[in-house]
């Protein structure tokens, strides 16, 4: 009776710290909404108006213009905007198509051997700093990819930092995820399924392309999305190959400034505390939360919409 008793208490406890453990993620995230939300929308102190009791929060959102550190200042988002959609445009063509057929052939086509080896060192990308990748952005792929294909050969001048070879490194960085993610979703698929497609009389390309595939479309999409979410989120990256030009533009081949980069140059700055240009940083905080939250609810709303559920 004693031994029940104590294994009670030991298994309440365990659940309590679980449960504080969440709630504690929880609190973190309130915390991050209360901050941003008292800096740029609603300040509760009246001598220190938030950002969007200085600036018009349409003129935020249509202004084509930047400067918050210059005499004449523009608080236009659309820069910045801009160039983090441009560059998450170019890491997604870069490391959606990679990071899938890696999948579907560590799941389909590669050994076990193969598979032992393959998939950690694809996992090695994860753990390389992201200054890391930024520098190789800056001293390889634009002077030894970009400008020889751009500047040598169509005579097209090429900036040292610019959004292509930014969202290069970026797309090579989010491959692990998507690949693993997704191989995940791909070996969820009962055995079962493939082999009623080999009883059918189909290659191993048609199970893959055919019948897997689709059956772990929901995972897969789910990969795409928090990849593209950890896209838009990165920094440093894309702060030392992507620039720090907030300018209005689609050409890749431009100098940009993401969101983040942003964020960074400003917390690095020497801008006084509690002016509007150290209020404009939790302004394009939250509008960044904002889009990463939208990209996960959307993520989580396809795997419940369209998971596939086996017996």
Partial sequence: MRRVTWMRIIEWGIQSVLFLCAFVSILTTLGILYVLISETFVSFDPKDPAFFQQVSFWDFLTDTRWSPNFADKHFGILPLVCGTFLFTFIAALVGLPIGILSAIYLSEYARPRTRAWVKPALEILAGVPTVV???????????????????????????????????????????????????????????????????????????????????????????????????????????????????????????????????????????????????????VAFWLFFITLVMNVISQWVMRRYREVYQ
């Fill in 133 to 283: 990748y930024g520098y190789f952005g800056l001293m390889f792929v634009t002077p030894y990819i970009l400008r020889p294909l751009f500047q040598t050969l169509l005579g097209i001048d090429v900036p040292g930092a610019n959004a292509m070879s930014a969202g290069i490194v970026v797309g090579v960085m989010i491959i692990p995820m998507v690949c693993s993610l997704s191989e995940d979703a791909l070996r969820a698929v009962p055995r079962s399924l493939r082999e009623a497609g080999y009883a059918l009389g189909s290659t191993k390309y048609d199970v893959s392309v055919g019948v897997v595939v689709p059956a772990a479309l929901s995972g897969i999409i789910a990969a795409f999305l928090l990849a593209i979410s950890r896209a838009v989120g990165e920094t440093m990256a894309v702060a030392i190959a992507g620039g720090n030009t907030p300018s209005l533009t689609l050409n890749p081949l431009d100098s940009i400034q993401a969101m983040t980069v942003f964020i960074v140059n400003m917390t690095m700055g020497d801008v006084p505390f509690g002016t509007i240009e150290y209020k404009s940083l939790y302004a």
